[in-house]
């Protein structure tokens, strides 16, 4: 087994921590990153409704672009939602008559 020198060890303990230092840097920073992350999820949602007049020519798919906010992502699944509120059979609506409408934000009104 080779000996090494005062200086050689002095170099390796330095590689040593060095390498520590880093890897602690790095969970630290991942730690920091993810409890971000965590918090940033988890603000409030507010659920409301609110009344829509159909206009002519409007559908479904129409109204769920106009209503749907960016966090929804399933088109489909909003607008089963506004059939199961409004007890739609189908995806026939009346010019002039109303639907209540779904929408999610941040801010509590």
Not at 3 to 12: L, P
Not at 73 to 100: M, P, Q, R
Request: hydrophobic share 40%; with cysteine; glycine share 4%.
């Amino acid at each position: 087994m080779r000996k090494y020198t005062n200086a050689e060890r002095i170099v390796r303990n330095r590689k040593i921590m060095l390498a520590v230092g880093l890897i602690i840097s790095f969970v630290v920073a991942f730690m920091l990153y993810s409890n971000r992350a965590v918090a940033e999820n988890s603000r409030s949602v507010y659920k409301y409704y609110t009344s829509y007049e159909i206009q002519p020519g409007d559908t479904l798919w129409d109204i769920a672009d106009q209503f749907m906010s960016p966090e929804m992502s399933d088109k489909e699944a909003f607008i089963d939602t506004i059939k199961s509120i409004n007890h739609l059979g189908g995806d026939d609506i009346t010019a002039g008559k109303y639907l209540v409408i779904e929408y999610c934000s941040y801010e509590e009104l």
